[in-house]
């Protein structure tokens, strides 16, 4: 496993939700997100992962949220790509075009659909690796992709793949997260994905989390990844539970559903646009969301 700096790959790096005005990717608000971020103390920032909603954009599309992401972030945050798909030629064009245009790591989900044999997936992640330079992380989410990883797969790949530096783990096995620690050593990354097992896979040893909740309360995700690096194992349990019905909401619906009403309702985002087959909350689920933005001391801007 190739070295890494310190602090890279470490504390809350949201997934970013990708807002659509008249139809198209609305990239200035997308750059202003970025900025908020920075300001709000995350860490670094994802580009099109599961919330960004890859799977209704162009290839195009992607490539340039990764561009606007570098140049909004203009170093002060990391800026890591989301460049799986279910083709390995798209992943490909999208992996070299994030290390060509400036981002600090990709994160690659596996190709979902077809369910590949466990060797097929080490040979995807080991021939990815082979094409760029970048930190490369392995985006193990199998509810969505229907495709799992285990240790083995895992050991393969770090040992034929020096790029490999970890993984984005979306999945309540926290025994992997322990066991993959032990295997590959403390300074192999896990980023948790399920926002409700933050606190408890960042105890277990977790570098960071890619956080859904973080779009909308950034600064409180950094206060529980900084309770944690800190030791402060009671200030960081009882930042998780302040979090926990904002967490449980995001589930309240297909992510990134509810996360992006919540951001248009606090004002994050100037209009809540979705693209097909993706629809905005039906009443009663915006009815919740309110509820639980209300609770968590959110003023709402935008009308119902």
Same mark, same amino acid.
């Given at each position: 496993?190739?070295?890494?700096?310190?602090?890279?790959?470490?504390?809350?790096?949201?997934?970013?939700?990708?807002?659509?005005?008249?139809?198209?990717?609305?990239?200035?608000?997308?750059?202003?997100?970025?900025?908020?971020?920075?300001?709000?103390?995350?860490?670094?920032?994802?580009?099109?992962?599961?919330?960004?909603?890859?799977?209704?954009?162009?290839?195009?599309?992607?490539?340039?949220?990764?561009?606007?992401?570098?140049?909004?972030?203009?170093?002060?945050?990391?800026?890591?790509?989301?460049?799986?798909?279910?083709?390995? *030629?798209?992943?490909?064009? $999208?992996? %070299?075009?994030?290390? +060509? &245009?400036?981002? #600090?790591?990709?994160? !690659?989900?596996?190709? /979902?659909?077809?369910?590949?044999?466990?060797?097929?997936?080490?040979?995807?992640?080991?021939?990815?690796?082979?094409?760029?330079?970048?930190?490369?992380?392995?985006?193990?989410?199998?509810?969505?992709?229907?495709?799992?990883?285990?240790?083995?797969?895992?050991?393969?790949?770090?040992?034929?793949?020096?790029?490999?530096?970890?993984?984005?783990?979306?999945?309540?096995?926290?025994?992997?997260?322990?066991?993959?620690?032990?295997?590959?050593?403390?300074?192999?990354?896990?980023?948790?994905?399920?926002?409700?097992?933050?606190?408890?896979?960042?105890?277990?040893?977790?570098?960071?989390?890619?956080?859904?909740?973080?779009?909308?309360?950034?600064?409180?995700?950094?206060?529980?990844?900084?309770?944690?690096?800190?030791?402060?194992?009671?200030?960081?349990? *009882?930042?998780?539970?302040? $979090?926990? %019905?904002?967490?449980? +909401? &995001?589930?309240? #619906?297909?992510?990134? !559903?509810?996360?992006? /009403?919540?951001?248009?309702?606090?004002?994050?985002?100037?209009?809540?646009?979705?693209?097909?087959?993706?629809?905005?909350?039906?009443?009663?689920?915006?009815?919740?969301?309110?509820?639980?933005?209300?609770?968590?001391?959110?003023?709402?801007?935008?009308?119902?």
């Amino acid at each position: 496993m190739i070295d890494l700096a310190p602090q890279a790959l470490r504390g809350s790096l949201p997934p970013l939700v990708t807002p659509f005005r008249d139809g198209a990717v609305d990239f200035e608000t997308y750059a202003t997100l970025v900025h908020w971020h920075a300001d709000q103390g995350s860490h670094g920032v994802v580009v099109a992962g599961t919330t960004g909603e890859p799977s209704v954009l162009t290839v195009a599309e992607r490539r340039r949220l990764t561009e606007v992401a570098v140049e909004a972030a203009a170093g002060r945050i990391e800026v890591v790509a989301a460049t799986g798909s279910q083709s390995h *030629a798209e992943t490909i064009e $999208l992996t %070299e075009h994030a290390a +060509a &245009v400036g981002a #600090d790591a990709v994160l !690659i989900v596996t190709p /979902y659909y077809l369910k590949p044999p466990k060797r097929g997936l080490v040979r995807y992640f080991v021939d990815l690796a082979g094409r760029t330079g970048l930190p490369l992380l392995v985006y193990h989410i199998p509810g969505r992709a229907a495709v799992g990883v285990d240790i083995d797969v895992l050991t393969e790949i770090a040992e034929a793949a020096p790029t490999f530096v970890g993984m984005k783990h979306a999945v309540a096995d926290l025994g992997l997260v322990t066991e993959s620690l032990l295997r590959f050593g403390a300074e192999f990354r896990v980023l948790v994905g399920l926002e409700e097992l933050s606190y408890p896979m960042l105890a277990l040893g977790a570098t960071g989390m890619v956080n859904a909740v973080a779009n909308v309360v950034a600064g409180r995700i950094v206060d529980l990844y900084r309770a944690v690096a800190e030791g402060g194992f009671a200030d960081a349990r *009882a930042i998780h539970q302040s $979090l926990f %019905e904002l967490n449980r +909401a &995001v589930f309240f #619906d297909t992510n990134p !559903i509810p996360v992006k /009403y919540m951001m248009w309702r606090i004002g994050l985002l100037p209009s809540n646009e979705h693209r097909l087959p993706m629809m905005p909350p039906s009443p009663d689920v915006a009815a919740r969301l309110d509820k639980v933005l209300v609770e968590a001391g959110l003023d709402l801007v935008h009308g119902p």
